[in-house]
């Protein structure tokens, strides 16, 4: 072998190429069998034609590819460093003067040019594959109509409404408490109903699924189209019914593009729009409350000195302690009270039915802001899922440069490259890394954390751990 660093960068270089593509097709036959195993009840005996199971398979590739480029990469890293530590050609290399940065320059080029097409691939390809994917799903959904609703995640895959619920018992139609959205459409107004329990139910001999909701509570927004203002109207209930029409949900090949998208099937510029519409409608939103609440406020104020409040209190409660006895003309004598405003009325008919007023004006606002606040809260969630698929787009497919800076030193380390020892070494490292993801997605999507604290975190933790490894490298300390 020569040790020009031009053709020892390029022998490292194809030394890469066919671990790559078996990891990377190793990989792919992994998750593909997987999702057979997930979804093959779901397919399978259904009447549907050959094309368009291999139609759902495809498309569903897409997401798999995201997941097995950095993977491979890792795994290739470990696999040519480590053999070329193990033939001690690393260490003919050292003796002659050349830097170890210069062996990991090429791969870092092919992993930068793997990241940019990744990055490109994530956000005009993936759309569109799990745009169709979804689409072809409820397309093929099983005869009996149903959700596939999960614990703790949100599902909108009928149109309209967005469900999240907390408990859902295995083999049951139970489900606890549940939060449903409901969308401004068909004449219907946007609501937002929590329930302590449900049931889902099919209707015979209909397309329709009938979903019965208890113990709970409807914040309704209605909207006075002659002033403008918001109106939001609080509902308790002991039962209330909703029912599905999910004849659209039967097998057939529908149009694709008729069909709404989520954050999951957007490219980020369709993203950046909705999320400047929902900080639009955020931001409307609070100064509308804010002009609700302060309008039409009846202030009570409370006398400072508490001997003058003792006074009032005790002279309040003699007066109505002897209202019975009193003459009617006495009755409507104002009566001392604790609140200022009160004491200017001129009689105590007046003052009663001020009192009464105001707390009706104070329970309205109660409702109000319980209502704002909640559909505040699930706008806000709805915007955090936007920024995270945003983020989701580059933080992922950064793995292929952050890999080789992982696996490169790593593999040079153990001086190990056969191919069990680089996949449980990448076993271990990708779980690790992909946990971090997924627990940074739910903490970003419950805004425990921003979405870029979400997404970002694992990948400066291991840039951390990566940039250690190359400084033992550079200064062979070895293990």
Known sequence: MKFGPKSLQNDLLKRHIGPFLFVFLTIMFLLLMQFLMLYLDKIVGKGLPLSVILELILTNLAYMVVLAVPMAVLVASLMVYGSFSESNEFTAVKAAGIHPFRMIS?????????????????????????????????????????????????????????????????????????????????????????????????????????????????????????????????????????????????????????????????????????????????????????????????????????????????????????IQTRPRNEQNTPKLSKFIALNNLPSFETQREAMRTSIRGIRTRSVNYDGVKNTLKWKNERLSKYWVEIHKKVAIPIGCILFVFIGAPLGLLTKKGNLGIAAVFAAIIFTFYWIGLIQGEKLADRLVVSPFVGMWFINFVFAIIAVFLNIKIIRNRFF
């Open 106 to 322: 090429p791969l870092l080029i092919a992993g930068g040019v793997l990241f940019l097409l990744l990055v490109l691939f994530s956000n005009y390809i993936l759309p569109e594959a799990n745009y169709r994917a979804r689409a072809l799903f409820i397309d093929i959904r099983m005869k009996k109509p149903g959700f596939d609703l999960k614990e703790g995640v949100f599902y909108d895959g009928i149109e309209g409404y967005t469900f999240l619920v907390s408990s859902i018992p295995p083999e049951s139609d139970s489900l606890y408490k549940i939060s449903l959205f409901q969308e401004a459409r068909d004449g219907k107004d946007e609501a937002l109903i929590k329930a302590e329990k449900g049931r889902l139910s099919t209707i015979p001999s209909t397309e329709n699924l009938n979903l019965i909701l208890f113990n709970g509570e409807i914040f309704r927004t209605i909207l006075n189209r002659s002033t403008g203002e918001v109106t939001i109207e609080k509902t308790a209930f002991k039962s209330y019914s909703i029912n599905f029409d999910l004849s659209k949900l039967e097998f057939s090949r529908s149009n694709p593009e008729s069909r709404g998208r989520n954050d999951r099937t957007m490219r980020a510029e369709a993203m950046f729009e909705v999320i400047q519409t929902l900080q639009a409608e955020i931001e409307n939103e609070n100064k509308s409350s804010y002009e609700q609440n302060r309008s039409g406020t009846f202030k009570f104020v409370k006398y400072a000195n508490s001997r003058q409040r003792s006074d009032s209190l005790k002279a309040r409660n003699d007066s109505l302690h002897n």
